[in-house]
């Protein structure tokens, strides 16, 4: 009995000594009507903000697009320039042969003269009709000798002429084409001109732009949930799963060579192999199976048949920008790898790396050969 008191006393003190268990206040209407608010003014902000990056980055869009454009110009001028110094030194090449031909056809002109005013050779036909004495049989033969040398000067004389002629029109071809040339090393200066303000004024209001991009970015991913964070990098990380293909194709070699220059930064009008702008990439890239593309988006966009977007295979060209007369208005390439995705060079500040094909200025695809 006392054992049993003792043990009682003890529970009691025990318990007297230990707090007691609160239970999970419950909350107020108050409560909840703050938290709903606080949702609600964060999915404003979160809405705020979102439109101001988008306005930020088709901002950003519109600016590189431009650049491009005038990029691409120059680089569609370098191609013209070469053509044109081709077709300077060929143009060149046949008047120097034509120049020679007539100097020939000339000093034959020149013996001729000399023989005819001068000479003995031409003399001694004549002079053998004169004391000939042999009947009729050797004057036929004499005559027979002066008419076949009147033909051979004839052909003399036409030869100089004809060579005269061919010079003639060869040397108007020559000054056309050295007129050419002049004139396209005259565009591709003002080409470069352009190109080097436009990438100015783009590293000036993309920098501005990019510090703008990212504040608001930070204030949006500070407005979505973790989840939604994980859910957007986790996505950002499988576009790059799976895109290098075993295939053996030409489209697929090039498409994987792609992939090994990613994080090579941008630079314009270069081909490689540190930087790259666009269509110095894709002619690289096709470059490594053996087909020869221009350094232009002018050229690359009727480098083959062209291919509907649902039939896309590894290594297509897809092309950026309008589809018009003038090649110039196609300011954009990259190289398909597959999944709706891309490996480009972007623009002035930016590297080479993957992004979706599928953008407003998406006009078509090419497959080289």
Same mark, same amino acid.
């Given at each position: 009995?006392?054992?049993?008191?003792?043990?009682?006393?003890?529970?009691?003190?025990?318990?007297?000594?230990?707090?007691?268990?609160?239970?999970?206040?419950?909350?107020?209407?108050?409560?909840?009507?703050?938290?709903?608010?606080?949702?609600?003014?964060?999915?404003?902000?979160l809405g705020e903000? *979102?439109?101001?990056?988008?306005?930020?980055?088709?901002?950003?869009?519109?600016?590189?697009?431009?650049?491009?454009?005038?990029?691409?110009?120059?680089?569609?001028?370098?191609?013209?320039?070469?053509?044109?110094?081709?077709?300077?030194?060929?143009?060149?090449?046949?008047?120097?042969?034509?120049?020679?031909?007539?100097?020939?056809?000339?000093?034959?002109?020149?013996?001729?003269?000399?023989?005819?005013?001068?000479?003995?050779?031409?003399?001694? %036909?004549?002079?053998?009709?004169?004391?000939?004495?042999?009947? @009729?049989?050797?004057?036929?033969h004499r005559a027979?000798?002066?008419?076949?040398?009147?033909?051979?000067?004839?052909?003399?004389?036409?030869?100089?002429?004809?060579?005269?002629?061919v010079a003639t029109?060869?040397?108007?071809?020559?000054?056309?084409?050295?007129?050419?040339?002049?004139?396209?090393?005259?565009?591709?200066?003002?080409?470069?001109?352009?190109?080097?303000?436009?990438?100015?004024?783009?590293?000036?209001?993309?920098?501005?732009?990019?510090?703008?991009?990212?504040?608001?970015?930070?204030?949006?991913?500070?407005?979505? @949930?973790?989840?939604?964070?994980?859910?957007?990098?986790?996505?950002?990380?499988? *576009?790059?799963?799976?895109?290098?293909?075993?295939? *053996?194709?030409?489209?697929?070699?090039?498409?994987?060579?792609?992939? @090994?220059?990613?994080?090579?930064?941008?630079?314009?009008?270069?081909?490689? %192999?540190?930087?790259?702008?666009?269509?110095?990439?894709?002619?690289?890239?096709?470059?490594?199976?053996?087909?020869?593309?221009?350094?232009? @988006?002018?050229?690359?966009?009727?480098?083959?048949?062209?291919?509907?977007?649902?039939?896309?295979?590894?290594?297509?060209?897809?092309?950026?920008?309008?589809?018009?007369?003038?090649?110039?208005?196609?300011?954009?390439?990259?190289?398909?790898?597959?999944?709706?995705?891309?490996?480009?060079?972007?623009?002035?500040?930016?590297?080479?790396?993957?992004? *979706?094909?599928?953008?407003?200025?998406?006009?078509?695809?090419?497959?080289?050969?």
């Open positions: 009995m006392r054992a049993f008191r003792a043990g009682l006393l003890a529970g009691c003190l025990l318990v007297g000594m230990c707090p007691p268990v609160m239970a999970e206040p419950v909350p107020s209407s108050r409560d909840v009507k703050k938290a709903r608010q606080t949702v609600r003014e964060r999915s404003k902000r903000t *979102s439109a101001r990056l988008a306005t930020a980055q088709s901002r950003l869009g519109r600016l590189a697009a431009e650049v491009e454009r005038l990029v691409e110009a120059y680089n569609g001028e370098l191609v013209q320039l070469r053509r044109a110094e081709q077709a300077n030194e060929q143009a060149k090449a046949r008047l120097a042969a034509a120049d020679a031909e007539v100097e020939l056809a000339r000093r034959d002109v020149a013996l001729l003269a000399a023989e005819t005013y001068g000479g003995a050779a031409m003399r001694e %036909p004549f002079l053998g009709i004169l004391i000939d004495q042999g009947g @009729t049989d050797g004057m036929l027979g000798v002066l008419e076949h040398m009147s033909s051979e000067r004839a052909a003399i004389l036409a030869r100089m002429r004809d060579a005269q002629e029109i060869l040397r108007i071809q020559a000054a056309n084409a050295y007129n050419a040339h002049r004139a396209a090393t005259e565009r591709a200066r003002l080409a470069k001109i352009a190109a080097t303000e436009a990438v100015a004024r783009q590293r000036r209001d993309t920098k501005a732009l990019r510090a703008r991009e990212e504040h608001l970015q930070r204030k949006v991913d500070a407005a979505r @949930t973790r989840a939604q964070l994980l859910a957007r990098r986790k996505a950002a990380a499988a *576009s790059l799963t799976g895109l290098v293909s075993r295939g *053996s194709a030409l489209g697929d070699v090039a498409a994987n060579w792609a992939l @090994t220059q990613l994080g090579k930064p941008y630079v314009w009008a270069a081909d490689g %192999p540190e930087t790259y702008d666009c269509s110095g990439l894709t002619m690289r890239a096709w470059e490594k199976v053996g087909v020869r593309l221009d350094h232009w @988006t002018g050229t690359q966009w009727t480098s083959g048949p062209h291919v509907p977007l649902d039939q896309l295979r590894r290594g297509d060209l897809v092309f950026f920008g309008r589809v018009t007369d003038d090649p110039g208005t196609i300011h954009h390439v990259g190289i398909y790898v597959g999944r709706g995705q891309m490996v480009h060079a972007p623009q002035t500040g930016d590297v080479v790396r993957v992004a *979706s094909i599928y953008r407003g200025d998406l006009v078509g695809a090419t497959r080289p050969r």
